[in-house]
């Protein structure tokens, strides 16, 4: 009889954050596939777990799938684990899970904790759906094309990035979404957790410690009309120069919040705003 692919959700940080299912799955396997064994490893010696592990990453993933997929025919039963949280979710094991459906395995879901899920039940603004987006792109001009594309997101926006590119990606979030609210999580369910809520501005002036993992949640922009009539190109050089001097957003972020509110491009908005200033000089 073939055996069962477990995908266990593992703490995202505090070890007690394990639900005992989990705990017995990887006492019963055969195997642990885990994304760093050495991580992996903590928690199994926390709740002295000696099942056998084998490492399983995005770099060595397509190699090691057929092997494994071969161990769950011959009737062994593995549970896939990542570094931390719930596996795929930006996380390596698509590519194993996708494998085993194909074969007709049994593929069982073990849930358990989930930054996302962490972070948007504390922000104030869950009930009514939100937008998992993962990691963003890590070079700034393709970070802020990803961005600008969310932008007209009605629904709350969940954004994973790493400590190194934090400062950068709240930048690009100003420019392209405006001065919005983000409840801004940081090592969450550990010792030094934060979840603050505040305008994207806030965040950037009063960052200190970059340490740790960030999970954001972008709260949506109010609901704007668009307006019918796209005003002429001196009184939109004009809107355009009011915004700049709030200085709650750059320029790429005002013309990103011209283009939204008269449903034209950026380009199209850049075109007028720079016809007006010709037109008044």
Same mark, same amino acid.
């Given at each position: 009889?073939?055996? +069962?692919?477990?995908?266990?959700? +593992?703490?995202?940080?505090?070890?007690?954050?394990?639900? @005992?299912?989990?705990?017995?799955?990887? !006492?019963?396997?055969?195997?642990?596939?885990?994304?760093? +064994?050495?991580?992996?490893? !903590?928690? @199994?010696?926390?709740?002295? *777990?000696?099942?056998?592990?084998?490492?399983?990453?995005?770099?060595?993933?397509?190699?090691?799938?057929?092997?494994? *997929?071969?161990? #769950?025919?011959?009737?062994?039963? $593995?549970? @896939?684990?990542?570094?931390?949280?719930?596996?795929?979710?930006?996380?390596?094991?698509?590519? #194993?899970?996708? &494998?085993?459906?194909?074969?007709?395995?049994?593929?069982?879901?073990?849930?358990?904790?989930?930054?996302?899920?962490?972070?948007?039940? =504390?922000? %104030? $603004? %869950?009930?009514?759906?939100?937008?998992?987006?993962?990691?963003?792109?890590?070079?700034?001009?393709?970070?802020?094309?990803?961005?600008?594309?969310?932008?007209?997101?009605?629904?709350? $926006?969940?954004?994973?990035? &790493?400590?190194?590119?934090? /400062? =950068?990606?709240?930048?690009?979030?100003?420019?392209?979404?405006?001065?919005?609210?983000?409840?801004?999580? /940081?090592?969450?369910?550990?010792?030094?957790?934060?979840?603050?809520? /505040?305008?994207?501005?806030?965040?950037?002036?009063?960052?200190?410690?970059?340490?740790?993992?960030?999970?954001?949640? *972008?709260?949506? =922009?109010?609901?704007?009309?668009?307006?019918?009539?796209?005003?002429?190109?001196?009184?939109?050089?004009?809107?355009?120069?009011?915004?700049?001097?709030? &200085?709650?957003?750059? !320029?790429?972020?005002? $013309?990103?919040? #011209?283009?939204?509110?008269?449903?034209?491009?950026? !380009?199209?908005?850049?075109?007028?705003?720079?016809?007006?200033?010709?037109?008044?000089?």
């Amino acid at each position: 009889m073939p055996g +069962t692919l477990y995908v266990v959700a +593992t703490p995202i940080g505090n070890l007690e954050d394990v639900t @005992l299912r989990a705990l017995r799955i990887l !006492r019963e396997v055969s195997v642990i596939a885990a994304e760093d +064994t050495r991580r992996t490893s !903590r928690l @199994l010696q926390h709740y002295s *777990i000696s099942t056998p592990t084998t490492s399983l990453h995005e770099h060595n993933e397509e190699a090691k799938t057929p092997g494994l *997929i071969a161990r #769950l025919r011959g009737g062994e039963s $593995i549970a @896939l684990v990542s570094d931390a949280g719930t596996p795929v979710i930006s996380d390596p094991g698509t590519r #194993l899970v996708a &494998a085993a459906h194909a074969a007709g395995l049994r593929v069982e879901p073990v849930p358990g904790a989930c930054a996302a899920i962490a972070a948007i039940s =504390a922000a %104030g $603004i %869950g009930g009514g759906g939100f937008v998992f987006a993962g990691f963003p792109p890590a070079r700034s001009a393709a970070r802020l094309g990803w961005l600008s594309r969310l932008a007209g997101e009605r629904q709350p $926006i969940v954004v994973y990035e &790493a400590p190194h590119r934090i /400062r =950068a990606t709240l930048q690009d979030m100003l420019d392209a979404f405006g001065d919005r609210t983000v409840a801004l999580g /940081r090592e969450l369910t550990k010792a030094h957790e934060e979840l603050v809520v /505040r305008p994207i501005s806030h965040h950037i002036n009063e960052m200190t410690d970059v340490r740790g993992e960030y999970t954001l949640v *972008i709260f949506p =922009a109010a609901v704007v009309e668009r307006s019918t009539d796209v005003p002429a190109a001196d009184a939109l050089s004009q809107e355009f120069g009011q915004l700049i001097e709030t &200085a709650v957003t750059s !320029r790429r972020g005002a $013309i990103k919040q #011209l283009a939204l509110k008269y449903g034209l491009s950026a !380009r199209a908005v850049y075109s007028l705003v720079e016809k007006g200033r010709n037109s008044g000089k």
